[in-house]
């Protein structure tokens, strides 16, 4: 159920300080775009706060010269290089103890000038919400497609469910909401760092691992929806997005979400077709994968697949998804075995 909100502008007094927080490694070329959006902001009570996850292009250089330009920008150079999440919970941990509300924003997407003016606002006419939310262009896509039409109020539980069955993306990217810092649960470590599938030699970040760290913020309260486009995001890049992209990541990243955080905001009935249907499409996305490249498959791909295969299947059974697990062991644990034995064998015949 949506309730509709009012919204007023501008905001013209008492502006709480908003923290922008923009993690970046080796991002020298999207970097100052980025910077320059948030300058542009007709809301000005913001500090944009610079981490630099031991970068060694440029990436220090572009923001130091931005930061001696306004001092609201502050730049945190580290030379340690951490994990994404990792990075992601060091940064959180810097941002000021007087700040109000939490925008992150990542080095290669920019802001709409109105951005944090109207976000905030929509967050004063429901100081009760957790965050707010707007829609955004990815790529040259304006998501979500089906968002409402105007301000609206979203339940939170409700928007947990859609997210983790994949019925809706308004949550988007950590680049789309405006978070209340003193309602988010689990402040500041709010990313899971648990790797996902275990024992791949790089360690992926979970491909669902942005929206999993709202879950438990959104038990326990709603969400202002704003129906302006407010943020641009960079279609794919060297980000956890474009890995999922890349290994076919989205489905059994999403399956294993919803067997662990599932129950906690569906009922029986929907969330066994809402497995049924995930498990569904990740089979669906091997077997095309494996057809378009004619049996031809990409090693890291395989080793992806395998991994998640290995963990999922088990689990299933466990949680008694019978067939959905008997489906992937009959007819898609093959196909990948399968391609690691052509790959096998072609890396033989080059080394011979």
């Known amino acids: 159920m949506q309730a509709c909100l009012t919204v007023s502008y501008p905001l013209t007094s008492g502006q709480p300080l908003v923290a922008v927080v923009t993690p970046v490694h080796n991002g020298a070329g999207v970097l100052d775009a980025c910077l320059q959006s948030v300058r542009a902001q007709s809301y000005r009570?913001?500090?944009?706060?610079?981490?630099?996850?031991?970068?060694?292009?440029?990436?220090?250089?572009?923001?130091?010269?931005?930061?001696?330009?306004?001092?609201?920008?502050?730049?945190?150079?580290?030379?340690?290089?951490?994990?994404?999440?990792?990075?992601?919970?060091?940064?959180?941990?810097?941002?000021?103890?007087?700040?109000?509300?939490?925008?992150?924003?990542?080095?290669?997407?920019?802001?709409?000038?109105?951005?944090?003016?109207?976000?905030?606002?929509?967050?004063?006419?429901?100081?009760?919400?957790?965050?707010?939310?707007?829609?955004?262009y990815l790529g040259s896509t304006l998501s979500p497609a089906r968002a409402p039409r105007r301000a609206v109020r979203l339940p939170g539980r409700t928007v947990a469910r859609d997210t983790l069955l994949g019925t809706s993306n308004v949550l988007g990217s950590p680049s789309v909401p405006l978070m209340r810092i003193d309602r988010i649960v689990g402040w500041p470590s709010i990313f899971r760092v648990d790797r996902f599938p275990a024992g791949h030699p790089d360690a992926p970040p979970h491909n669902q691992g942005d929206k999993e760290s709202c879950l438990d913020t959104l038990a326990q309260s709603d969400v202002a929806f704003v129906p302006e486009p407010l943020q641009f995001l960079r279609d794919g890049g060297p980000s956890a997005t474009g890995f999922a992209r890349r290994l076919g990541g989205w489905q059994a990243t999403r399956l294993d979400?919803?067997?662990?955080?599932g129950k906690d905001f569906i009922d029986e009935k929907t969330l066994r077709k809402g497995v049924r249907r995930t498990t569904r499409k990740w089979a669906r996305a091997i077997l095309l994968r494996?057809?378009?490249?004619?049996?031809?498959?990409?090693?890291?791909?395989?080793?992806?697949?395998?991994?998640?295969?290995?963990?999922?299947i088990p689990r299933l059974r466990a949680a008694r998804f019978t067939r959905e697990a008997r489906m992937l062991e009959r007819w898609i644990r093959p196909l990948i075995a399968r391609s690691k034995a052509s790959d096998s064998n072609r890396l033989h015949q080059q080394v011979s």
């Open 45 to 136: 009570n913001w500090f944009h706060l610079v981490v630099d996850n031991a970068s060694t292009d440029t990436t220090r250089d572009v923001a130091e010269s931005r930061a001696a330009q306004d001092p609201r920008v502050k730049v945190l150079s580290f030379r340690e290089l951490l994990p994404m999440f990792e990075n992601f919970n060091r940064m959180l941990a810097a941002v000021p103890s007087e700040a109000r509300f939490l925008k992150q924003l990542h080095a290669d997407d920019t802001l709409h000038p109105d951005c944090l003016m109207k976000m905030v606002v929509a967050a004063q006419n429901a100081p009760d919400v957790s965050m707010v939310v707007s829609r955004f």
């Open 257 to 261: 979400l919803l067997l662990r955080r």
């Open 290 to 312: 494996w057809l378009k490249q004619l049996r031809r498959s990409d090693p890291e791909f395989v080793l992806y697949q395998r991994l998640c295969l290995d963990d999922l």
